[in-house]
């Protein structure tokens, strides 16, 4: 989510660095309290040198076959299993693309459960969907999650799913409210809603493409969810945030007795603490009123 000051591999290395041999036993040891290294913060983040990316086909053999490019192949796997297992994804459904270069894209093969996936499934495509590499056809929906980092360059990875809570909402045409959660305020912001498509056109994908300029997760009206975020494990991580978000303000509406939200002031603060981490919002210039605005979907769930 922030930026890490030094990446895990430096910051390993440092702390890994033996004790001299001479010193007491005791001398090694930390005080109570005391930090030994410079603690390590996790960087997921895929990083590469813009203007370099190969060209040729043996170039382009080569690098998508590198160890840090397998690195993100094994990820992406890790991921789909970690989707279905929690049925974000049934029959085939769901994918995932990381950027690695200025126009280079990892993606999901079509026709494949995310549970199953091994990394010779996924493919490489350029910005307009063209396969580069990979012996599998890649998934018809990536040219959504491309639309996505044509218009917000922040994205570093995307992720989409069809999560029940979360769709249920698409589904109603229902944008969740707001204020009602800290976390989901700091770390996914407001979720977007937009309107349906059919899956793979380019209409969708202009459409998904706009929305990511203000929403790190967007409802897709009567289809899912598509994320975005800084690495794979990102987006993923915005993918569960907002299916528990809808799960939970979808149990909270059967209790009786209406719902809670924060205030104007506290919802600034958890606005301020997102763009600490890195994240912007574009409700920052928001009067008070508008940032708590939950009218739509207080009518909708108090017609019931
Ligand atoms: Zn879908």
């Known amino acids: 989510m922030s930026k890490p000051q030094k990446s895990a591999k430096t910051a390993a290395k440092t702390a890994s660095k033996p004790a001299s041999k001479s010193a007491p036993k005791t001398a090694a040891k930390p005080a109570a309290g005391a930090v030994a290294a410079a603690p390590i913060l996790p960087d997921y983040v895929f990083r590469w040198t813009p203007g370099a990316d190969p060209q040729t ?63 010779e499934t996924i493919a490489l495509v350029d910005g307009t969907g063209r396969q580069l590499a990979g012996k599998f056809k890649r998934t018809s929906e990536c040219l959504t999650h491309l639309a996505i980092y044509r218009n917000q360059p922040s994205a570093r990875a995307t992720c989409h799913a069809h999560p029940v809570h979360a769709t249920a909402f698409a589904v109603a045409g229902l944008q969740p409210p707001v204020g009602m959660i800290p976390e989901a305020e700091v770390f996914l912001g407001q979720i977007g809603l937009a309107p349906y498509h059919t899956p793979g056109t380019p209409a969708l994908a202009e459409e998904i493409g706009r929305a990511s300029r203000r929403h790190y997760s967007i409802l897709m009206v009567n289809h899912g969810v598509i994320t975005w975020g800084d690495h794979i494990e990102d987006a993923y991580w915005k993918m569960e945030n907002t299916e528990a978000y809808c799960k939970t303000i979808h149990i909270a509406t059967t209790l009786g007795g209406g719902l809670g939200t924060i205030n104007a002031a506290q919802m600034r603060d958890l606005i301020a603490l997102r763009k600490s981490l890195g994240m912007s919002d574009y409700r920052e210039t928001f009067s008070d009123s508008q940032l708590l605005d939950n009218s739509a979907f207080l009518k909708r769930v108090n017609r019931r």
């Open 57 to 119: 086909p043996a170039a382009l053999a080569k690098f998508f076959d590198s160890a840090p490019i397998r690195v993100l192949k094994e990820r992406m796997c890790d991921i789909g299993r970690r989707m279905w297992q929690r049925e974000f994804t049934d029959g085939n459904g769901g994918n995932m693309t990381i950027r690695v270069g200025d126009d280079l894209f990892l993606t999901t093969q079509t026709l494949i459960s995310k549970g199953f996936m091994t990394p």
